[in-house]
């Protein structure tokens, strides 16, 4: 069974940081690239960050640049995101998901596997 376990969300003070977690199983997950998108309710969901499924390569949206930074285990099946300097403007619902196609995948519906989402709530 294909699983992606997205986890270590919680409530943090602006300035403050938060690591998730991505755990995968059921699928080859060296074969696929990572991503973490987030979502506000009445709002689409919007990728902030990828990673590479062999070499690491990342990507940032402008929104997270220098604040997030996007990480793999290959070994472990295991992907992470470490948010630092977070602001209210960064709480969502983040989720993480992997896709096998080529390119950077900027659209949810590019990737084939979804973990459940992990809520983030940064107060002022």
């Known amino acids: 069974e294909v699983q992606l376990q997205a986890s270590g969300g919680g409530l943090v003070k602006v300035g403050g940081s938060l690591r998730l977690s991505c755990a995968a199983s059921g699928f080859t997950f060296e074969d696929y690239h990572i991503a973490w998108f987030r979502q506000v309710p009445g709002d689409l969901r919007d990728r902030i960050s990828c990673?590479?499924?062999?070499?690491?390569?990342?990507h940032y949206d402008d929104s997270v640049k220098g604040r997030f930074i996007i990480s793999r285990d290959n070994g472990k099946g295991m992907a992470y995101l470490q948010m630092n300097d977070l602001k209210p403007e960064d709480t969502a619902v983040y989720y993480c998901?992997?896709?096998?196609?080529?390119?950077?995948?900027?659209?949810?519906?590019?990737?084939?596997?979804w973990g459940q989402g992990t809520q983030v709530t940064v107060s002022s």
């Open positions: 998901a992997a896709r096998r196609g080529t390119g950077w995948g900027t659209r949810p519906y590019e990737y084939d596997y």
């Open positions: 990673i590479t499924n062999r070499d690491g390569g990342e």
